[in-house]
């Protein structure tokens, strides 16, 4: 069996990336490799730095170089307020937004019992302990508005319930529309969803 050059191999790392198709995978791999070799160079040690650095901030999950990440670390943020989203991503989009100055929570995922994600993967426990701090007193569910995303937000609602009756619950507003994933939504309409926000009814 032939082995794989490292060009290919190049070629095929670059098509994993989300977008990234083979076509465009082969363009990059020649234009770093041909003229453009500095770059080249320097992503390379980019994301070598980063592998060997990044880990989970230990209070909302966040990527982060440091022992807490600079959101959970700010004083200019609102302690009062944790915003529970699927992934980094869908965080990064609500920042874009510039509708929100609390704290965050990500699951990095949502239920999918078909996929084997339940409560444990999610670390649901740690977002029982984030919500049951003293100085938390509202918890805003930002999770998708697919069935997944839904079954999620319902779960996190009845463990809020039953473990933090005295922390408000609200619901990111339907602006969004049903189905949709937050992280391909544009950042006017996550502004309007946060700002209307509403109370999550536990039917």
Request: glycine content about 6%.
């Amino acid at each position: 069996m032939a082995s794989v050059s490292s060009i290919e191999e190049l070629i095929d790392s670059l098509r994993q990336l989300p977008g990234i198709g083979p076509k465009a995978a082969q363009r990059m791999t020649y234009q770093l490799l041909t003229s453009d070799k500095e770059t080249a160079s320097r992503l390379g040690n980019a994301l070598l730095n980063a592998v060997k650095n990044v880990k989970r901030c230990p209070r909302c999950n966040n990527l982060t170089d440091k022992d807490v990440c600079k959101y959970c670390s700010s004083i200019h943020r609102d302690d009062s307020l944790l915003c529970v989203v699927e992934t980094v991503a869908d965080m990064m989009v609500i920042e874009q937004s510039l509708s929100w100055n609390g704290k965050y929570f990500i699951l990095m995922g949502r239920l999918s019992p078909l996929n084997g994600i339940g409560p444990n993967e999610l670390e649901l426990g740690h977002l029982i302990d984030r919500a049951s701090e003293p100085e938390v007193k509202e918890v805003v569910i930002a999770t998708s508005f697919t069935a997944e995303g839904e079954a999620t937000a319902l779960a996190i609602t009845e463990l809020l319930a039953k473990h933090t009756p005295h922390v408000k619950v609200t619901r990111i507003a339907k602006g969004i529309p049903a189905g949709a994933e937050l992280e391909y939504t544009d950042v006017n309409t996550v502004a309007q969803a946060m700002l209307n926000r509403r109370i999550r009814e536990n039917n």
